[in-house]
């Protein structure tokens, strides 16, 4: 099993930026991918970016230029660097990873945390 913790979200005026991380612990051995998603209020989940094990990253097209997925050496901590953000971009943000075994793939999510962007 994966345990994952969250820090980073708040409350920030358009054009500004935000670092969102996220710490797994338990069989991170296991984990191939590590990704960022987001629900905002009325909306569906929707991707943000995701980060392989391999080092693919993998991002909407409403981010790509503003936001940036990247992890730590050891594979247990993925950040989200969020730059000129926007309204549209308030969400809950959550963390989250896929580990492999040979009893089959299995998802792990964090407990979210709110992105406000206001002025």
């Known amino acids: 099993q994966v ?7 708040g409350l ?17 051995y296991r984990i191939f991918v590590m990704g960022w998603y987001r629900q905002a209020p009325g909306k569906q989940r929707e ?9 693919s990253t993998n991002y909407s097209d409403f981010v790509k230029g ?7 050496n050891f594979i247990t901590t993925v950040y989200l660097q969020m730059n000129n953000l926007k309204p549209e971009d308030t969400a809950i943000y959550s963390c989250n990873v896929k580990t ?3 009893y089959g793939p ?12 206001s002025s």
Do not use: H, M
């Open 12 to 28: 920030v005026q358009p054009g500004g930026s935000l670092r969102l991380s996220c710490t797994a612990s338990g069989s991170t």
């Open 66 to 72: 503003r936001f940036t997925i990247s992890r730590d």
């Open 47 to 55: 991707l943000v970016a995701t980060l392989t094990k391999g080092g």
């Open 106 to 117: 299995s998802d792990y999510w964090g407990q979210g945390t709110q992105v406000t962007v």
């Open 3 to 9: 345990q994952l913790v969250e820090s980073g979200g």
């Open 100 to 102: 492999s075994s040979a």
